[in-house]
């Protein structure tokens, strides 16, 4: 359905309203020691509408995509919206009004398409190479996973838009024996874009995971880590996850009104005057990010937002209905991942600023500490209490890298662990497959500098 087709059903509209037609196409395929474990490719359609009034929203949704269906899911999210609005009362002021205007960004491949059967076969060479390349490798996974979200959004308000937002993520874990028991270590290739963007050249992708083959052959020689607060070193790769899950989630308005830590937190000092972090909306320091979103899924333009400023928490993550109770202007921040998914406040692309450090300068700042580059998963709550798990790292002894370190955990209050940040590098990278799961599990961009701060680490 064409944008002029689709923008008269505006006419339909007798309260604020926001209609949207989606699909979600997704591609995964796993092979696991050249064996396919996973071969599948999907595509989610429908059409959904939300509705307010006075305090109360209305939401209807339908997987068929046709003119009569979206006048009948306009008037069962109105009816909805109207219904619990003569059954209840709240005082609540009116929505911002906000307007995008005509917005149209189609990233899609202008490359020809390869089949299903063409990238099972990329993946089959690929771990040919790599079982004929790395001697040392007892198990290996390659995991594809590609997602197209394609959106048509129209609003009461005046906005309307249509983007294409694709995202190819190849997962490869290695897995070698060192006196019996396995050691793993996984890493990501790939980010923004449609399979036929990335992976064209073998040899340079085989290169990369050379590297990450080397950081698993030292891992096996590593060693257990000393427990305790200690100085260490968090690489772009932790930077980007603690800066979503342990300071991100407590500055999302809804989790604030659910009690967040950062509730009190306003306009007060929460980390080291060197931190600065912003959730940014499509691009960050003159590049895209990892996850552009250029209108949001309520029509509002979406605009970066700086959550700390030299130390300071300056702001909250918003939807309409957020900012009308904080009275300020929304974010940007409404997003839902699928056609029947209402929009929640999310995260598009957070994180710390680059600081003035050298990485050099900072790894020989530690006498006794270590450097930490990636982890697994981990979790945090609305306190700001987090725990990760890290599954590559070195010892920093006298200020040299020394040997790496098995899998550990690191602990803390990030608001706390802020305070301690001493040096931020002058290097900043994207985390490019980031999903965060609240309550709806939908693209994210996490990215950073690396950052000197005291950290609690596990031992053996």
Same mark, same amino acid.
């Given at each position: 359905?064409?944008?002029?087709?689709?923008?008269?059903?505006?006419?339909?509209?007798?309260?604020? !309203?926001?209609?949207?037609?989606?699909?979600? @196409?997704?591609?995964?395929?796993?092979?696991?020691?050249?064996?396919?474990? @996973?071969?599948?490719?999907?595509?989610?359609?429908?059409?959904?509408?939300?509705?307010?009034?006075?305090?109360?929203?209305?939401?209807?949704?339908?997987?068929?995509?046709?003119?009569?269906?979206?006048?009948?899911?306009?008037?069962?999210?109105?009816?909805?919206?109207?219904?619990?609005?003569?059954?209840?009362?709240?005082? +609540?002021?009116?929505?911002?009004? !906000?307007?995008?205007? &005509?917005?149209? /960004?189609?990233?899609?491949?202008?490359?020809?398409?390869?089949?299903?059967?063409?990238?099972?076969?990329?993946? &089959?060479?690929?771990?040919?190479?790599?079982?004929?390349?790395?001697?040392?490798?007892?198990? &290996?996974?390659?995991?594809?996973?590609?997602?197209?979200?394609?959106?048509?959004?129209?609003?009461?308000?005046?906005?309307?838009?249509?983007?294409?937002?694709?995202?190819?993520?190849?997962?490869? +874990?290695?897995?070698?024996?060192?006196?019996?028991?396995?050691?793993?270590?996984?890493?990501?290739?790939?980010?923004?874009?449609?399979?036929?963007?990335?992976?064209?050249?073998?040899?340079?992708?085989?290169?990369?995971?050379?590297?990450?083959?080397?950081?698993?052959?030292? /891992?096996?020689?590593?060693?257990?880590?000393?427990?305790?607060?200690?100085?260490? $070193?968090?690489?772009?790769?932790?930077?980007?996850?603690?800066?979503?899950?342990?300071?991100?989630?407590?500055?999302? =308005?809804?989790?604030?009104?659910?009690?967040?830590?950062?509730?009190?937190?306003?306009?007060?000092?929460?980390?080291?005057?060197?931190?600065?972090?912003?959730?940014?909306?499509?691009?960050?320091?003159?590049?895209?990010?990892?996850?552009?979103?250029?209108?949001?899924?309520?029509?509002?333009?979406?605009?970066?937002?700086?959550?700390?400023?030299?130390?300071?928490?300056?702001?909250?993550?918003?939807?309409?209905?957020?900012?009308?109770?904080?009275?300020? =202007?929304?974010?940007?921040?409404?997003?839902?991942?699928?056609?029947?998914?209402?929009?929640?406040? @999310?995260?598009?692309?957070?994180?710390?600023?680059?600081?003035?450090?050298?990485?050099?300068?900072?790894?020989?700042?530690?006498?006794?500490?270590?450097?930490?580059?990636?982890? %697994?998963?981990?979790?945090?709550?609305?306190?700001?209490?987090?725990?990760?798990?890290?599954?590559?790292?070195?010892?920093?002894?006298?200020?040299?890298?020394?040997?790496?370190?098995?899998?550990?955990?690191?602990?803390?209050?990030?608001?706390?662990?802020?305070? !301690?940040? !001493?040096?931020?590098?002058?290097?900043?990278?994207?985390?490019?497959?980031?999903?965060?799961?609240?309550?709806? %599990?939908?693209?994210?961009?996490?990215?950073?500098?690396?950052?000197?701060?005291?950290?609690? $680490?596990?031992?053996?």
């Amino acid at each position: 359905m064409e944008l002029s087709e689709f923008k008269k059903f505006s006419s339909l509209f007798s309260e604020y !309203t926001e209609l949207r037609i989606q699909e979600n @196409r997704n591609v995964s395929i796993a092979i696991v020691k050249g064996n396919i474990v @996973r071969n599948s490719r999907t595509a989610l359609s429908g059409v959904s509408a939300r509705v307010y009034k006075d305090g109360f929203w209305g939401f209807a949704s339908n997987p068929e995509i046709n003119s009569a269906v979206i006048r009948s899911v306009i008037k069962d999210a109105t009816a909805n919206a109207i219904f619990l609005a003569t059954k209840n009362s709240r005082q +609540v002021k009116s929505l911002p009004t !906000t307007s995008g205007g &005509r917005i149209e /960004k189609d990233f899609s491949t202008s490359k020809p398409r390869i089949t299903q059967k063409e990238i099972i076969e990329f993946l &089959r060479d690929l771990d040919d190479r790599l079982v004929r390349t790395f001697k040392n490798i007892s198990t &290996r996974t390659l995991s594809l996973n590609c997602l197209d979200m394609e959106k048509k959004l129209l609003t009461s308000s005046g906005s309307l838009a249509y983007t294409v937002i694709p995202r190819s993520i190849l997962y490869v +874990v290695l897995t070698t024996l060192k006196d019996g028991k396995p050691i793993e270590l996984y890493d990501t290739y790939g980010g923004f874009g449609q399979i036929e963007e990335h992976f064209q050249d073998l040899e340079d992708l085989m290169a990369r995971i050379g590297t990450q083959y080397e950081h698993l052959q030292k /891992k096996a020689e590593g060693i257990h880590p000393d427990a305790g607060l200690k100085d260490c $070193i968090l690489d772009a790769d932790l930077a980007g996850i603690l800066s979503h899950e342990a300071i991100g989630h407590t500055v999302e =308005a809804d989790i604030v009104l659910g009690g967040s830590i950062a509730a009190d937190y306003l306009d007060t000092e929460v980390a080291s005057p060197l931190v600065s972090m912003t959730d940014f909306a499509s691009s960050a320091l003159g590049r895209q990010c990892p996850v552009p979103v250029f209108v949001d899924d309520e029509g509002t333009p979406a605009q970066d937002t700086v959550l700390i400023e030299h130390g300071i928490l300056k702001s909250f993550m918003h939807n309409k209905e957020t900012a009308a109770h904080f009275g300020v =202007a929304p974010t940007g921040n409404a997003r839902a991942y699928g056609f029947d998914d209402e929009p929640l406040i @999310r995260m598009r692309n957070t994180a710390i600023l680059p600081g003035p450090d050298k990485l050099d300068d900072m790894i020989s700042s530690i006498d006794d500490g270590y450097y930490l580059l990636k982890s %697994s998963n981990g979790q945090a709550d609305s306190t700001s209490e987090f725990m990760f798990g890290i599954v590559m790292g070195y010892e920093i002894k006298k200020g040299s890298i020394g040997r790496a370190i098995l899998d550990t955990t690191i602990s803390g209050v990030a608001f706390d662990m802020l305070q !301690t940040i !001493t040096m931020i590098s002058d290097e900043m990278s994207w985390t490019c497959s980031g999903m965060c799961g609240k309550k709806q %599990s939908i693209p994210v961009g996490m990215g950073g500098p690396a950052v000197k701060c005291k950290i609690n $680490i596990g031992g053996k």
